[in-house]
């Protein structure tokens, strides 16, 4: 059985090494996970008062998380955090009160990065915000990844190393969302 993963970007731009490692990612992990991109371009800086009547963006956003069996949330490092991209995606998916749509998701949080700290300090603090809106990350191995010319060629991870422990993450988030399904919790 498939899982639908919700996949959150946290770099906007269009050649963003972070999206074309998860791109290449979505290609190996079928059919165990069915990647579906999420965008959170368009969606407003997070304000209490647009709370009243929610924005279309936001409406759609909410639907997109909802619908999935997991979550994937993929960061860049900025300024040794995650980004305000994500951040404000992540208010937005906890919001309204009682109408927190990352409730009792399985998740994982993977990175990359032209540096070799490989978005560890950032996905560090995530991890901490996920807990606290009640998404559920405990896939392991952990990728921190120093992203190189030659890893995905052609849409592909071509690094024959990097392939095996993509794998290995694969099944390794599959198994953990399946362990999970429940009933969402509501807070
Ligand atoms: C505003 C900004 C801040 C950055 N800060 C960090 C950082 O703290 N640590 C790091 O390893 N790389 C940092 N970088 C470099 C990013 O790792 C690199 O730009 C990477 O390609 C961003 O991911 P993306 O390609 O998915 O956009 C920073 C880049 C930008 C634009």
Redesign the pocket.
């Known amino acids: 059985m498939t899982t639908k993963v919700a996949v959150i970007?946290g770099?906007l731009?269009k050649?963003?090494?972070?999206?074309i490692f998860t791109e290449a990612l979505a290609r190996l992990a079928r059919p165990k996970l069915e990647f579906h991109f999420v965008e959170i371009g368009d969606l407003p800086l997070y304000n209490q008062d647009l709370e009243a009547d929610l924005p279309a963006p936001v409406q759609r956003f909410k639907r997109e998380i909802e619908a999935a069996d997991a979550v994937l949330l993929v960061t860049?490092?900025?300024?040794?955090s995650f980004s305000a991209a994500l951040k404000n995606a992540i208010e937005w998916g906890a919001r309204p009160w009682g109408k927190n749509s990352w409730a009792g998701k399985p998740a994982a949080i993977i990175g990359?990065?032209?540096?070799a700290?490989g978005?560890a300090?950032a996905q560090s603090q995530l991890r901490s915000v996920a807990g606290a809106i009640g998404l559920h990350v405990n896939v392991h191995p952990e990728i921190y990844l120093n992203?190189r010319e030659g890893q995905v060629v052609n849409g592909e991870i071509a690094d024959e190393g990097l392939r095996q422990l993509m794998t290995s993450w694969v099944d390794a988030f599959a198994n953990w969302a399946k362990r999970l399904r429940a009933p969402a919790l509501s807070f």
Do not use: H, I, Q, Y
Request: glycine share 4%; net charge positive; charged share 25%.
């Open positions: 970007v770099s731009r050649d963003s090494v972070n999206r860049p490092e900025f300024n040794r990359a990065s032209l540096g700290v978005t300090v992203f």
